[in-house]
């Protein structure tokens, strides 16, 4: 019943930016946290945000310190990725996952950073 849906992902320059977007649905949004995760090829999937049910508590990867803000749409039921200065180390398929929801994936978002 859970369904999440990830977009906004693409071939982007080094020191580019993107918004990732992941539309919810089948559960009550705004009662839980929510996560971004991302995964490169030969990779262990790694942590690279997260945000409270409210929006007022957010926590982010060391990977991506001081380039990434989460934010979500309650009314909309959508978690934003918004990812700046972008390198090629960040390339990756990109998803959104409720860690309630653990077994709950969507099909992901590719980013890719090059030049």
């Known amino acids: 019943q859970v369904r999440l849906v990830e977009s906004g992902g693409g071939w982007v320059q080094p020191g580019g930016s993107l918004r990732l977007s992941c539309t919810t649905s089948?559960?009550?949004?705004?009662?839980?946290?929510m996560r971004w995760h991302r995964q490169a090829p030969g990779k262990e999937r790694e942590f690279v945000a997260q945000i409270g049910p409210l929006g007022g508590s957010r926590s982010y990867g060391d990977s991506v310190w001081g380039r990434a803000t989460i934010s979500r749409d309650n009314v909309e039921n959508t978690v934003y990725l918004q990812m700046n200065n972008l390198k090629p180390e960040d390339t990756a398929v990109y998803y959104c996952n409720a860690p309630s929801f653990s077994d709950s994936w969507g099909q992901g978002t590719q980013v890719t950073v090059s030049s």
């Open positions: 089948g559960f009550t949004f705004s009662n839980y946290v």
